[in-house]
């Protein structure tokens, strides 16, 4: 018996591509609320209608956003009781990007962990991830990309 004969084996190459498709494919669900949104900035400024982007009216919800003219995305994250934080998702330790799981945003390289608005929970950053001013007005909320928050 060959080994194209044995209904249950399966070649090397086929396993590998089996399981490449089934890692994009848990990627992709399990990555789907911070696929990366490409959003025009006016002046410096981030106008995101919460009618679009409904994950965010979620308390845990997020959105990351890549405005025009920016090399880095943006992680705009809902805190609740209509408030948002607006981060860069670049770790203040090595530079780093930040992964967002629940409640806070890890660096995968060395562990920092910073709650939903940016602050140091854990080391070994010891500066806050970059905050960016947030304003929420008639269902929209601005992201001021020049000012700190």
Known sequence: MTTHDRPHDIDRRRFLATCAVGACAFAATGCASLATHPVTAL?????????????????RGSVRIL??????PVYV?????????????VCTHRGCTVE??????????????YDRS????????EQPLRRFR????SGVIEIALKEPA
Do not use: I, K, Y
């Open 100 to 113: 967002l799981q629940d409640e806070h945003l890890v660096c995968p390289c060395h562990g920092s962990t």
């Open 77 to 89: 994250l809902a805190l609740g009781d209509d408030r948002f934080a607006a981060v860069s998702p």
């Open 118 to 125: 940016g602050a140091v929970l854990r080391g070994p950053a």
């Open 43 to 59: 002046n410096g400024v981030v106008r995101l209608s919460l009618a679009d982007h409904p994950a965010l009216a979620h308390p």
């Open 134 to 137: 947030v304003r929420v007005q």
């Open 67 to 72: 405005p025009t003219g920016e090399r880095n």
